[in-house]
């Protein structure tokens, strides 16, 4: 017995020694990778890793990754391309900050999506879904859903979004009344929540005035998943993921029920989903289940199909309400610090539309292509979308070419997470002017190079609802801008920048930097108070 006890002990003894020898190995392998790249200062034992927790001290907690990567870049004067050693904790990454390699790997070749996507988001929204499959899965799915998404149809809706918009307006309205203090990206997150609804299936979800069950639930889903990022404790973890797990199931079953309902009408009143104009979200997502159903004469749901169906409709609702809503507040928190460019809205507002927000409201709806005209909007709204982007997107190396080009050298991709990161192309002088400075004017002038401004990325993986984003940005304003002055409440401005890239924290304290959920988000919420203004509308 004494001898298969040490037996025993030796071979476990064996098992730990060839685990720590591979480790060794491997973490060697790793680091020598890094000797004659360009990277900031890397450590032969930690590799990047300590420095990116040395950075994340400067910045406030919770911080979004991207403001850690133009911290970094700034702080050590990192080229266009240069690499980033996080094993074990993460695969290597090539770091892209040049706009002419992000239009490359994007665009020209478009890089497939690395795994680390599907790490991310499919707990969250579920396999399969439209942001990270790849190949005739992905051609499919986009094919599918790009008609709700088309210039046209999205222009059609203006009249619908104005409708929900109104609603976010008469809640403005209530609180300008009060002087209260009120959490701004609470209302404009029911708002989008609405309109991508209303894309969805057709109808509002009621979220402003009823509140909305499968919100909470998303939300709920996305902040236990953040917390699963900010330690690597497993047992804690483990109880978050169990949240996540948990919201996930409740959201898939609100989800199921509307997808139910609609498939039971669409059989019961036999409607015709073969022309794909005009069709909602909903439908075109069932157009080719029904059809082939109706074929094999057995309309009933299949749950492999259904299962999809929920995937596909989560996605879109998550990316259809999180950006918009997330760019209006940051909209309103740089307009209410920058009162010329607030007078400059409201006059284009008056002279594209008319005065007063009743009589713009019916334009609208009798013209909504009326709202076209309104160039310094957008070019308001791109502005707030350079300083704040939403994220970026994570590709894995070219599976032919093995490399990047850039500056006639060649940068190994092989093995290695890619990303182009926005906010450090968008934040970056010698790209952007003055890249600080908070200046729409700078579209109409476009004196910065073709493929740098890029929130909604490029090529055929951007974002398919930036057409719908746009529009609602600029409903948003157009029907609020000219009644209401905001201002931010319960700021702490910092005394001295946080770091070398902006000083946006002398104004907004904390609040300059966004914080990681499910894409970059304002910071508490963005709390603001509301007053009428004095403008003659």
Partial sequence: MGSIGLSSAAFALAGVVSALAYFIWRMYEERRFYSDVPKPPHHWFWGHLKL???????????????????????????????????????????IVIDPDVAQYMTVTKNYPKHEAEQWFLDPLIGKGNIVTVEGSQWK????????????QHISNMRPAIAEEIMEFRSMIDKLADTGEKFCLEQLTQRTTFDVIG???????????????????????????????HESYNFVSNLFKLRTVETEAKKLDAILAEMIKKRFDIVVQEKTDLTGKKGLSIMDLVLRDFVEESRQVGREVLDPAFLKNAIT????????????????????????????????????????????G????????????????????????????????????????????????????????????MVLPVHMT?????????????????????????????????????????SPLAMDELK?????????????????????????????WDLTFGDRAFQTFVFEARPRDGMPMTVKRSNWAS
């Fill in 52 to 94: 990116m927790g040395e950075i994340m001290a400067e910045l406030p907690p919770d911080v979004h990754h991207q403001s850690v990567i133009t911290t970094m870049a700034k702080k050590y004067n990192l080229p266009g391309v240069f690499y980033l050693d996080l094993w074990p904790a993460s695969p290597g990454q090539v």
């Fill in 140 to 151: 499919y799915l986009h094919k599918m859903l790009s008609p709700a998404f088309s210039v």
């Fill in 198 to 228: 209303k894309a969805t299936f057709g109808h509002s979800l009621k979220a402003k005035s009823q509140g909305s069950a499968a919100l909470e639930h998303w939300e709920g889903m996305c902040r236990a998943f953040a917390k699963t």
């Fill in 312 to 355: 596909q409709i989560k996605t879109l609702l998550a990316a259809g309400s999180g950006t918009t809503s997330n760019t209006i507040c940051y909209s309103m928190m740089m307009l209410s610090v920058h009162p010329k460019v607030v007078q400059k809205l409201r006059e284009e507002h008056d002279a594209v539309f008319t005065k």
């Fill in 357 to 416: 927000v009743d009589a713009t409201y019916k334009m609208l709806q009798n013209d909504p292509y009326r709202l076209n005209q309104l160039e310094y909007t957008t070019n308001v709204i791109k502005e707030v979308l350079r300083l704040y982007p939403i994220g970026n997107t994570a590709r894995a190396g070219h599976p032919t070419e093995k490399f990047l080009a850039f500056q006639g050298q060649n940068y190994s991709t092989e093995g290695k």
């Fill in 425 to 465: 192309m968008h934040m970056n002088d010698e790209i952007f002017q003055n890249a600080t400075k908070f200046d729409p004017d700078r579209f109409a002038r476009e004196d910065f190079p073709r493929n740098a401004w890029r929130p909604f990325e490029r090529g055929p993986r951007g974002c398919l609802g």
């Fill in 475 to 503: 409903i948003a304003l157009l029907l609020t801008i000219r009644d209401f002055d905001f201002t931010c409440a319960d700021l702490k401005p910092n005394k001295t920048p946080r770091v070398g890239w902006t000083d």
